[in-house]
């Protein structure tokens, strides 16, 4: 079974028009990131959760926002869609007790038209 | 502000080849490391977890050396099936709240 899901597994917005990404887990960890993967390239960390704590990274455009309501959810909100925010974005799990993998779901794959 | 260094790559090996990827990272009191394996259009899986000692895993091999800061991965007798892209990841599990970093990642080809 699935541990960390995200929906939808394909998402077309409009350009600037809001759009929010999902992601759960059963896992029960305390950290969840969200990375942005274009192309060819490695994924990009936008931010992370631990606990309810947010650290955002410092490129990180304003235009990515995040909650975390509580342990099992994340979400990403992209508030004004650019064309250039097309990718693939990950999120993943971890838990900070030990040396533990992070874990992800299967991404989110965002079109912009 | 971290980071982790990989091999550019691409990497086109023959079926049967060994092939050594290697990764340097930032230094970190607490550190741990892991190879991931992406496949097109797919998320990170896990290859392995890299251990101080070594570890290996059938035909791959997982090596850390801390005094240099590099991670390595060995792939023995290359299958076709190993065509990926591998992801040195770097996760500090101490002050900086879990951070998770990646390599760029080197991309395999492993041809007939």
């Known amino acids: 079974d699935a541990m960390v899901i995200q929906n939808p597994r394909y998402q077309v917005t409009q350009f600037g028009k809001p759009v929010t990404l999902s992601c759960s887990q059963t896992l029960n960890h305390n950290v969840m990131y969200w990375y942005q993967q274009k192309s060819s390239q490695a994924p990009k960390l936008l931010f992370h959760?631990?606990?309810?704590?947010?650290?955002n990274e410092a490129d990180t455009p304003d235009n990515f926002q995040s909650r975390r309501p509580n342990t099992s959810f994340c979400f990403l909100d992209i508030r004004s869609p650019g064309l250039g925010d097309a990718a693939m974005y990950l999120c993943?799990?971890?838990?900070?007790?030990?040396?533990?993998?992070?874990?992800f779901g299967q991404g989110t794959r965002l079109t912009v038209v | 502000r971290k980071e982790v260094e990989q091999d550019p790559g691409p990497f086109n090996v023959p079926e049967g080849a060994t092939v050594a990827f290697n990764c340097t990272y930032s230094n970190s009191a607490s550190q741990s490391f892991f190879w991931y394996r992406q496949d097109c259009r797919k998320e990170p899986k896990l290859l392995m977890s890299v251990y101080s000692s070594g570890n290996e895993d059938g035909r791959f091999t997982a090596q850390l050396n801390r005094a240099s800061q590099y991670i390595s991965l060995l792939i023995r007798d290359s299958k076709l099936s190993d065509s990926a892209t591998y992801l040195c990841v770097v996760k500090d599990y101490g002050g900086s709240q879990g951070n998770l970093i990646f390599g760029k990642g080197t991309k395999l080809s492993v041809k007939p």
């Open positions: 993943a799990t971890s838990s900070d007790r030990g040396r533990t993998e992070a874990f």
């Open positions: 959760y631990y606990d309810k704590d947010f650290n």
